[in-house]
């Protein structure tokens, strides 16, 4: 029943992605040329949404799915990982017009071609998986 709960949810979330233009290669064009404010407008309300759940979260106790408490990430003491990890994220969306969440919406969505983005991003998680214990945390 909870994985049917995920998959309903899963299947929502496409379509929002898909019906606010989120996914389209030519909203993250003008995103990246800043023609227009309708993917930060997107962003930004999605950040606000994130913040004032992660403090309700802390201020009422919420627990996750585990039934641990969810809590506010501690602040990072190295700034420049979040520079390089972020530069890399940029990069891989600029060149191929999706963010991990809506690869696999655009797959849904018959762009059949975001395999091949969906294989490399799998691929890319795995090296970082087998480099972590060398990379500087």
Known sequence: MRKLIFLILGIF???????SEVISWYRIQEM????SFHMYGVIGSALATGV??????KRLKWKNVDGDLINQP????NFWRYILGGTFFGLGWALTGACPGPIFTLIGNGYMSFIVVLLAAVLGTFIYGVLRDRLPH
Do not use: H
């Open 13 to 19: 979330f496409g379509i929002i992605m898909t019906k």
């Open 32 to 35: 990246f040329r800043f023609d």
């Open 52 to 57: 004032l759940l992660l403090f309700l979260a």
């Open 74 to 77: 501690d602040k990072a003491k």
